[in-house]
Structure formats: C-alpha cells, structure tokens
Nanobody, 127 residues
Framework: QVQLVESGGGSVQAGGSLRLSCAAS????????MGWFRQAPGKEREGVAA????????YYADSVKGRFTISQDNAKNTLYLQMNSLKPEDTAVYYC????????????????????WGQGTQVTVSS
C-alpha cells in the first residue's frame, strides 16, 4: 500500500509561482512512476508531469513544458511540482499519483496506469 498526501496549493495571480509537495509513505517498490495530474471543473483529469523514481526520467504535458518542473527527494519520500509562470488555465485540483511497476504500461499520462492517488490540492490562478 502507498499513501500520498499533497500540500502547497493556493491562490496566486497570473505569472506567479507555487510549489506542490506530495509526501509518500508505504512500499517504495510500489512507486515505480510518480505523477502529477490535474482536474478542472467539468473536465477530465489530465496528466501534468511524471517521473520514473529509479532513473529520474521525466515526462511533461506540452501545456506545461518550460514552466513546470517535477522533482523528487528520495530521502524525504517527497515528490514536488514547481509551477512557474502560472496561467488562469492552470486552475484545477492537482493530484499526486503512484504507479507500481506491474501496472505501468508506458503511458505516463493515462490515469489507469496509477494505482494510488492523493486527495488533491486546489490551485487557483487569477488573471
């Protein structure tokens, strides 16, 4: 089992920055891939970024490339999402997720690849 707890959300003006954190506990080998997703009202949950925990390889959605950075601190069992140059369209609930190796099929942005989810943290960007 893996438990995930997000923090760091809030309200910011366009152009501002926020850093989200995701504290993970439970079996390390179940966290083969860690990802950040977001869901805006009336929209489907979409992948924002992901990181392969062993190699550090990263993936990003085109909409956030160059603005968001995913990182991890293995000593603290914490995943981060640094969000810069925020736009109103980044407004959403942001979720942290973990994919075990036996469920990850190579599509990092697909929600079904992930078995564990946090409760989400709200990010609101005003214009």
């Amino acid at each position: 089992q893996v438990q995930l707890v997000e923090s760091g959300g809030g309200s910011v003006q366009a152009g501002g920055s926020l850093r989200l954190s995701c504290a993970a506990s439970g079996y390390t080998y179940s966290r083969y891939l860690m990802g950040w997703f977001r869901q805006a009202p009336g929209k489907e949950r979409e992948g924002v970024a992901a990181i392969l925990t062993a190699s550090g390889g990263t993936y990003y959605a085109d909409s956030v490339k160059g603005r968001f950075t995913i990182s991890q601190d293995n000593a603290k069992n914490t995943l981060y999402l640094q969000m810069n140059s925020l736009k109103p369209e980044d407004t959403a609930v942001y979720y942290c997720a973990a994919a075990p190796p036996w469920t990850y099929g190579g599509l990092w942005s697909r929600t079904s690849e992930y078995s564990y989810w946090g409760q989400g943290t709200q990010v609101t960007v005003s214009s």
